[in-house]
């Protein structure tokens, strides 16, 4: 193996990380509800769906009345994109979930499948069918190697990383070492128990939709600005992937959703790079399939133990 192919090895697994923060960021949205409640958001992905909307709109306000400095546009937009899909999040367990929580099992995830057409028809309404475009807030790239022979990353593709990392530090301290960590982990244990020892379990679980619901805002607002190209049917696709990294790290667990989350992407990129783009989902879920039959709990999930 020469240089070249070390560079190109090297080149894809930076590619496959960016994407796979990406589904990772996505999938703790999915492992934060299903490990307190048990049942998946299905309307997940559609929250960065819109995200990537409201995204370009305060972009496009704040060029209209006169810009702002790049870094100070970036976190308008990530706050205001944040504060957003939080009361989308709320509305979505409000609205959804809460009223269904005494029914069969299956009504809410009906629910929520409805809630996810709603957004799509809405979007596509309000905004059209085309795909949509926003300009590059940051340009120039990282390079490493000589002039013939590099890999390269964008400042974007960067800015995804560092916001990944910070989001997992961030929600590994909360769930570890606060009150609400602990009352989240006694919801997920026991809520009848949680509920006589005074935990408020209704306020749990509508900030543990809030909480992913930032983290889809967070992935949809730094990929937005990474590829420029959106439209109403992302969320979809890509909450599709972000499940299968979910289940594949092993679902309700947060850590194996972010792992989870980097071994699709990077699967999906060395299969594009080194053999066909056309099957690379194949590729990828072959792997969920592999590895499910090997560990059905996925890579780091726990058998669940029926309590008599």
């Excluded at 974007?156 to 602990?182: D, E, P």
């Excluded at 005074?198 to 749990?204: L, R």
Aim: glycine share 12%; net charge neutral; proline share 3%.
């Amino acid at each position: 193996m020469n240089a070249f192919d070390l560079y190109i090895i090297g080149q894809q697994l930076i590619n496959g990380l960016v994407l796979g923060a990406t589904y990772g960021l996505i999938a703790i949205g999915y492992s934060m509800v299903y490990g307190i409640i048990g049942m998946i958001n299905f309307a997940h992905g559609e929250i960065y769906m819109v995200s990537a909307y409201v995204t370009a709109l305060v972009i496009a306000l704040i060029a209209y009345f006169g810009g702002l400095p790049v870094g100070a546009a970036i976190m308008i937009a990530l706050l205001f994109t944040m504060l957003i899909t939080a009361i989308l999040g709320w509305l979505i367990e409000r609205v959804a979930y809460r009223p269904l929580k005494n029914s069969f099992r299956l009504a809410p995830l009906i629910s929520a499948i409805g809630v996810s057409l709603i957004l799509q028809n809405f979007i596509q309404l309000a905004q059209g069918a085309r795909n949509q475009a926003m300009p590059t807030l940051l340009e120039g790239v990282l390079r490493i190697g000589g002039e013939e022979q590099f890999m390269q990353i964008s400042y974007h593709q960067l800015l995804i990383l560092v916001a990944a990392l910070v989001s997992m530090l961030s929600l590994n301290t909360l769930i570890g070492k606060t009150k609400f960590g602990r009352s989240c982990r006694a919801t997920q244990q026991d809520p009848v128990m949680a509920e006589i020892l005074g935990i408020n379990t209704q306020k749990v679980i509508s900030l543990v939709f809030v909480i992913g619901a930032v983290f889809a805002a967070i992935a949809g607002t730094f990929v937005t600005m990474n590829y420029g190209s959106f439209d109403f049917y992302i969320g979809f696709v890509t909450g599709i992937k972000a499940f299968t990294a979910a289940v594949l790290g092993g679902i309700g667990s947060l850590p194996g959703a972010m792992l989870g989350g980097l071994l699709v992407g990077i699967a999906e990129s060395f299969f594009s790079g080194f053999v066909n783009t056309d099957y690379k989902d194949v590729f990828a879920f072959g792997i969920l399939v592999l590895i499910l039959i090997i560990k059905p709990s996925g890579l780091l999930g726990h058998p669940e133990v029926e309590k008599v």
